[in-house]
Nanobody
Framework: QVQLAESGGGLVQAGGSLRLSCAAS????????MGWHRQAPGKQRELVAA???????TYADSVKGRFTISRDNAKNILLLQMNSLKPEDTAVYYC?????????????WGPGTQVTVSS
């Protein structure tokens, strides 16, 4: 099993920055790709950014050029640097880790951290 815990959310003005962290524990050696997702009120959860075990990153079009995902495999930490924040970035942000369980992969999710961007 893999457990995840996010931190770093909060209230920020438009144009500001925040850095989210996600600490992984448990069977961390079995973790492959990781990612950040978000869910705004009344909307479906969406992928924000993902990163492979070797550091290849992908981003949603809405955050390209503003957000940067990174990971420290030695410390089992996933980061999301968010710059030039917009009110539409307001959401609960979730950390996700895909890990090998037996002979197949599972996803583990953190409880989420609230990000609120005021205009």
């Amino acid at each position: 099993q893999v457990q995840l815990a996010e931190s770093g959310g909060g209230l920020v003005q438009a144009g500001g920055s925040l850095r989210l962290s996600c600490a992984a524990s448990g069977s961390t050696a079995r973790i492959g790709s990781m990612g950040w997702h978000r869910q705004a009120p009344g909307k479906q959860r969406e992928l924000v950014a993902a990163i492979s075990s070797t550091g290849d990153a992908t981003y949603a079009d809405s955050v390209k050029g503003r957000f940067t995902i990174s990971r420290d495999n030695a410390k089992n930490i996933l980061l999301l640097q968010m710059n030039s924040l917009k009110p539409e970035d307001t959401a609960v942000y979730y950390c996700r880790a895909r890990y090998l369980s037996g002979t197949y992969y599972k996803n583990s999710w953190g409880p989420g951290t609230q990000v609120t961007v005021s205009s």
